[in-house]
């Protein structure tokens, strides 16, 4: 899962809008909410902290879940560049 997936699941599970998790965050707009869990943009590592304590999780669970979406990224970027490289020999 990645985190914009991740994100949107914790905050239906928190019983929270978009809206009510953006002022919450001291955000004017819920549209950058949206772009997180749309996977447009990321949060600020000091508003994901925030982002824990309002869904009641550990900040821990959403830098595991960001640190498995880089590797499945690392890992899918290195396979088609040795597979490209393979096929050129």
Sequence with gaps: MDLSKFLKEKR???GLSQG???KKLGYTSPQF??????GLSQPPVATL???AQIYNISA???F???LKATIDQVTA?????FYKQSKAK
Excluded: C, F, G, H
């Excluded at 909410?33 to 749309?38: I, K, Q």
């Design 77 to 81: 970027e290195l396979t088609e560049k």
């Design 64 to 66: 595991d879940v960001m």
């Design 60 to 62: 821990n669970d959403m």
């Design 49 to 51: 902290r925030k982002i």
């Design 20 to 22: 009510a998790v953006a």
């Design 33 to 38: 909410v949206s772009n997180w869990e749309r």
């Design 12 to 14: 239906l599970q928190a």
